[in-house]
């Protein structure tokens, strides 16, 4: 079950370890409910399986896996309830962000810019992992909390992307739609630009609404 994990180098540490398991679930090489067994963690890694259980702690503390009574560890299942809520407590740190572009710093301006064209980039290239387009992707929107210049925001934020990172990983295993998602984040950007700043507001609400809307679809979360 776990013969794609690989480490580095040989030696162990519950950091890397963690890591490894981070990626594994992020480009949806594990699905939601995979059991995350120690035995065969060790074995497949090459490492003992106190390190691995150290490392599975790390992911239940960050919400990537679930520890059950008599059952063990597991990949977390995303819920319908907390999608919906982990995209309208973005729209709070985003639509702040958006609100501020007028009053923004010249690097976060760019840093929007800059975020958009590596997402774009990343859309367009064969070679780009699910892995490497959620980083894009979720970069992009924690450039406009950046907007509000406050480090709290940000922080926040970073605690809510990796939340959502579990679902979007589940959601590229049956589908890469990606590249419409790269056409509402150049559509937002051109009405920043534009100083439109109240249709920006409209626009990425309806689009984090859609989000959770999908995401819950595509998985199958809600009937």
């Known amino acids: 079950m776990f013969e794609s994990l690989t480490l580095d180098e040989p030696a ?21 409910g995979t059991p995350l067994r120690e035995q065969g963690l060790a074995e497949s890694l090459g490492v003992g399986r106190s390190t691995v259980r150290e490392a599975l702690t790390i992911l239940v503390a960050e919400g990537l896996a679930t520890r059950a009574p008599n059952k063990g560890v597991a990949v977390a299942t995303p819920e319908a309830a907390s999608v919906r809520d982990v995209c309208a407590a973005r729209w709070v740190l985003e639509g702040a962000g958006v609100r ?101 507001e409209r626009f990425l609400q309806k689009h984090l609404s859609d989000a959770a809307h999908d995401i819950c679809k595509a998985l199958r979360l809600e009937r």
């Not at 963690?18 to 090489?29: P, Y």
């Not at 509000?148 to 990796?162: D, K, Y």
């Open 100 to 200: 501020n572009w007028l009053n923004a710093s010249p690097e976060s301006r760019r840093e929007v810019h800059e975020s958009l064209d590596a997402y774009i980039t990343a859309v367009h290239s064969e070679k780009a992992s699910y892995r490497e387009l959620n980083e894009r992707h979720l970069a992009f929107h924690l450039s406009l909390v950046a907007l509000t210049g406050s480090p709290r925001l940000v922080a926040m934020q970073e605690h809510l992307v990796l939340e959502l990172k579990l679902a979007l990983a589940q959601v590229d295993r049956i589908r890469r739609n990606a590249h419409d998602q790269a056409e509402d984040h150049a559509a937002l950007v051109r009405l920043l630009d534009a100083d439109r700043i109240h249709d920006a």
């Open 12 to 32: 162990s540490t519950v950091d890397r370890v963690a890591d490894e398991l981070r990626r594994a679930v992020f480009e949806g090489e594990v699905e939601s």
